[in-house]
């Protein structure tokens, strides 16, 4: 119509109004429900916050053999996840001679999924190292464990706040295991890893808070971590004078076993997803490695070596891939050069997270809530790119997701730095992840 009266041009112009400021709002904020638009604001409220926190954690050394330090950084995490409403154990672990292992709890809704939420409170840098010190620059915070795990534990605790301010969190039914000793585990595992394990069986979905992979600039989901199992070899040769080496007397002495050994490792081993280290070698007329790497060797360029020891690591993607690994070297190494002999042992190890369907549709679950945040889908991350983690002890029997924590660079070395702004990125992922699936049916 040419001329429209006074009131409808004026309600024509509020409803204008209103369809631009519609439009003008973010599609990713059209597609949270106001539960999750909390969450993402109380992440981003509670920045300053979480990243103080950080800078208390790091500045608590909690290196994993500082049994003392690590008691200390449980204490800080359950003053965090007590106000939450979790009921919060210390499990001591002076039977493998670590400080122990923090366990909180909360009970939500009946029948509803279990999530397993996994960190660490140690790191590598022992009190002696030289690197002890939170310092912020800028986007940017370097310190022992800033990212690894410390990092990780943040992210937790903001997701949770988020989900308490949201209303989300009364339901939910949550375990968080963190771990003393991930860096260098007590043994036997059967101690050290038997809450853990026992966790896993409850759960309906296992989130690892160790830190996010940038891959190519984009942010990466990991369905997969990798085993990590260390080995000892022992070669022992008939010592003499070295212008009788390789005869039919004396053979080809200790050192020279052990690099053959060594040798068809690199020739023999090679498979998809599978790497193998030598991390130390010593020999001699006596030669030694202790438990902490330490070499001593000695001998003189005309003895016959009686000696030869090397450490390593080896890593896979299966139980399949190790027990077919592990026969392999063990059938190199029993084949021996005349005039010697040699031993392989093995440890413990950590165990492989094999990349399975239930693994997969979690990342799924995870890019769903990218969608709606507005945030690029992650893809699957190649696991030769992540190392071992605690999460490979649940996840044989539970759908398993890693990396949830932040970003961070130079990780296990002073100068390890974490990217700050990553923190909130994470924790709305994690906040929103986990208010989904804790509302589901449980299958157990």
Known sequence: MKHAPRVLRRSLARSAAIAAAL????????RLSPAEAVMARTVDADYDRSVALLERL???????????????????????LEPLGFTVTWKPMGAVERAGHLIAVHRGKPGTKMLLLIGHLDTVFEPSSPFQTFVR???QAEGP??????????????????MQAAGTLKNANIEVHLTGDEEKSGSPHSIARAD???????????????GLVIDGGRDMGSTARRSAIDWRITATGKTGHSSLIFGPEFGDGAINEITRILAAFRKELPEPNLTFNTGVIAGGARATIDESGTASAGGKTNIIPATAVAVGDFRTLSPEQTARVRAKMEAIV????????????????YPAMAPTAGNQALLARLNGVNRDLGLPEMPALDPLKRGAGDISFVAADVDSLAGLGPYSTGDHA????????????????AALLMSRLSAERSAR
């Open 23 to 30: 439009f003008a709002v973010p599609a990713a904020a059209q």
């Open 58 to 80: 790091v500045n608590q050394n909690s290196g994993t053999l500082n049994l003392d330090g690590v008691t200390k950084v449980g204490t800080m995490l359950r003053a965090e």
């Open 137 to 139: 620059k800028g986007d």
């Open 145 to 162: 464990g800033a990212g690894d795990d410390k990092g990780g534990m943040v992210v937790i605790v903001a997701a949770l706040r988020a």
């Open 196 to 210: 853990l394990i026992a966790a896993g069986k409850r759960a309906d979905a296992a989130l690892d808070f160790e």
């Open 334 to 349: 029993a084949a021996h050069a005349p005039g010697t002999d040699a031993r392989i042992s093995f440890g413990e190890g």
């Open 414 to 429: 002073p100068g390890e730095t974490v990217d700050l702004p990553s923190i909130r990125r994470q924790a709305k992922r």
